[in-house]
């Protein structure tokens, strides 16, 4: 019998349904053409990962490659999500010098992916601060996967607040292109005020950090967002969540028929107010950590299946902007994340006895849903890319300098963390990208992955 696949994947696959123990799958001219049991069939390549679990490329669905370096960011990011096992990056508009703000820009920001991703990149686009929202339709049309807005100012032109009436608008106009729109929901008032209060107070030591951006600076950003949501007809998403609340609040919009979801980072599923103060500038990152009761609480919003997905928000700010000098304000705020995003989350899974399908469910089946990019991506099943994360079961200690990304981005808050699993293999569009040592992929593997449809996903069963 001759060779009919160019790649066959041996292992404990990690499908839709369950686990599938001693498996394989089949990926010819880039998709999945067959799965299986046993002995596996003829195939040019054989990957074989028998002991191992092989999940579904991970799907980022929350990252900035662009925030500390522009355009260029996209190729140290996307190394590090090959070696990651994260085979499709989100990517945030927010890049310096020019946020993605209309379609002229967002092109560029495609051939600059076709240039230097290593890795599958689906494209974020915002508005400007004034006069943007004649941009939406446009940049829908341009393969745009969600846009993403800001209730909280952190820089005028590249990451700004919208204000309330050109918010109404925006969600408007992108209600009729049937793309989410995902929002930074902290209430800037409030913040700014705290923080205000906190300097003059002489307060800057890193708690302070958690102290002037509580909960109820989310919640409150969160009612208006859902509002205008319910009144415009659009889909409102929280771009990330610290607080169970957040979930309750998307699921009472829910069920009072709008479209309302939230995602959460991966850093409040475990990270806590402690780690800000061991951490200090390296644990700094919006919304904050929260308390140890309030993970627990999220950990049950995500059981209950309230969740949208988990993300990383990866920022790969440069070391120097995150030490902190004795003033937490003046710290960068965000987290690399990218490297340690599956091992971490499997790790998680373990160590809390859930199952590790959650990791497949919540990071790549559920974000390629959400942002319009499912079935190309997101699941092991007939007819998807042939994208796979396979992770090796065992006892590892996580060491930031193994970090493939610029040299000031190899820092990380996971440092040094055990790791019950670590990224055997990467496999990309059926072509192994990463062998657990070395990336093989190269600036220009990864491509542009347009919005597949624009049919609105809110979670549910599936
Ligand atoms: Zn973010």
Known sequence: MTASFDLVVRGDLVLPEGISRDSWVAVTDEKIVAIGQGEPPAAKALADHRGRYVFPGLVDGHMHTGSAVGFPGIEGATLSAAAGGVTTVCDMPYDIPKPITNATIFKEKVEAVHKLAHVDVALYATITKHDGVGEIAALADAGACSFKLSTYEYDPVRFPRIDHPTMIQAFAEIAKTGLMVGVHNEDEELVMQLTAQAKAEGKTDPIMHCRTRPPLAESMANLEIFEIGMETGAHAHLAHSSIARGFEQAAQYRAEGGLASGETCIQYLC??????????????????????????????????????????????????????????????????????????????????????????????????????????????????????????????????????????????????????????????????????????????????VPRQHRETYTGGEF
């Open 271 to 448: 990270m806590t107010e402690e780690d800000v103060v061991r951490l200090e500038g390296f644990g700094k990152c919006n919304p904050p950590f929260r308390t140890a009761d309030e993970v627990e609480r999220v950990w049950e919003a995500l059981e209950n299946g309230d969740i949208a997905y988990v993300s990383t928000d990866h920022a790969p700010w440069q070391r120097e902007k995150k030490v902190n000098k004795g003033d937490i304000f003046a710290v960068g705020a965000g987290l690399t994340g990218m490297q340690t995003f599956a091992p971490l989350m499997f790790s998680l899974l373990v160590e809390r006895g859930l199952p590790v399908e959650f990791m497949a469910r919540y990071c790549a089946e559920r974000p390629a849903r959400f942002h319009g990019l499912y079935p190309k991506k997101g699941a092991i099943r007939l007819g998807c890319d042939g994208d796979f994360c396979v992770i090796e079961p065992g006892d590892f200690v996580f060491d930031e300098a193994t970090i493939q990304d610029r040299p000031d981005a190899r820092w990380s808050p996971w440092h040094g963390r055990a790791m019950k699993g670590r990224v055997a293999a990467t496999i990309l569009r059926g072509l192994p990208i990463f062998d657990g040592t070395t990336v093989s992929a190269k600036p220009g593997s990864g491509q542009f």
